[in-house]
């Protein structure tokens, strides 16, 4: 198995799989509906809706990385605002996030590990540290999510 096959699953773990800490972002996000998604449990602080959205546009921009673009988010693609808070644009933002993911996976297959230890794009972090930083971004948002379900839960119980 090369290291960029161990990076790939462990990404695909903490996305749809059976992940040592607990339950993937997709398991979480399985029964979550829009209004839960939008909720805020302060101003402060980003919904479910907003998190799935930014972890999409990171796997995005990994993806454009690999391509030789040097992706970079300004503030309204970091973290897109919701306009639309209907199930069908919900179901759209899931989508996105899958998208996202089964894009970076595919890539992944075409990566050899010799990349590994090379900037991903001039100026930039390793190819190796950026893909861990994939899957360490997708696993602390995860957790995010699975609190503000959580916190979402209590208070319509």
Do not use: C
């Amino acid at each position: 198995m090369t290291e960029v096959s161990r990076i790939q699953e462990q990404l695909r773990r903490a996305m749809q799989g059976d992940p040592w800490h607990g339950e993937s972002l997709r398991e979480i996000l399985k029964d979550i509906d829009a209004e839960t998604a939008s909720s805020k449990p302060a101003a402060a602080v980003h919904s479910i809706w907003e998190l799935t959205l930014h972890v999409a546009a990171w796997l995005e921009a990994v993806s454009e990385r690999l391509d030789g673009r040097p992706a970079g988010l300004i503030d309204d693609e970091n973290f897109p605002p919701v306009r639309d808070r209907s199930d069908a644009a919900w179901r759209q933002a899931q989508a996105r996030l899958n998208d996202g993911y089964t894009r970076l996976d595919a890539k992944l297959n075409a990566v050899p590990d010799a990349r590994l230890e090379t900037s991903i794009v001039e100026g930039k972090a390793s190819t190796y540290i950026t893909l861990h930083g994939a899957v360490q971004h997708l696993v602390y948002h995860a957790g995010q999510i699975a609190l503000l379900k959580k916190w979402h839960r209590s208070k319509t119980t």
